[in-house]
Nanobody, 118 residues
Framework: VQLQASGGGLVQAGGSLRLSCAAS????????MGWFRQASGKERDFVAG????????DYSDSVKGRFTMSTDNAKNTVYLQMNSLKPEDTAVYYC????????????WGQGTLVTVSS
């Protein structure tokens, strides 16, 4: 599946952004979708993940309560709503997909930069 992420930008601390990830797959049902981020000089970290159906969403502790992942199967698009943004959320955000039977993400979007100013 091919993924196209968008929606990044510059926002002040406390603000909100919504990232989108459009997929070429006809359906997400066979995939587990994830959002990751990589800050400058750091490793890529898991942010949120969900079954393609939108069920069983999981979040990292650093974003829990502030970020919400959702799925629009009619549009083949996954979203990451980010509220109460903090400067430490600044990173390149990636969406990714893996088959439900696999533990490895084998499809990655190109990344979208989110910059949160203090």
């Amino acid at each position: 599946v091919q993924l196209q992420a968008s929606g990044g930008g510059l926002v002040q601390a406390g603000g909100s952004l919504r990232l989108s990830c459009a997929a070429s797959a006809r359906t997400f049902s066979g995939y587990y979708m994830g959002w990751f981020r990589q800050a400058s000089g750091k490793e890529r970290d898991f942010v949120a993940g969900s079954r393609g159906s939108g069920s069983l969403t999981d979040y990292s502790d650093s974003v829990k309560g502030r970020f919400t992942m959702s799925t629009d199967n009619a549009k083949n698009t996954v979203y990451l709503q980010m509220n109460s943004l903090k400067p430490e959320d600044t990173a390149v955000y990636y969406c990714a997909a893996r088959p439900m039977w696999s533990r490895d993400y084998n499809s990655w979007g190109q990344g979208t930069l989110v910059t949160v100013s203090s």
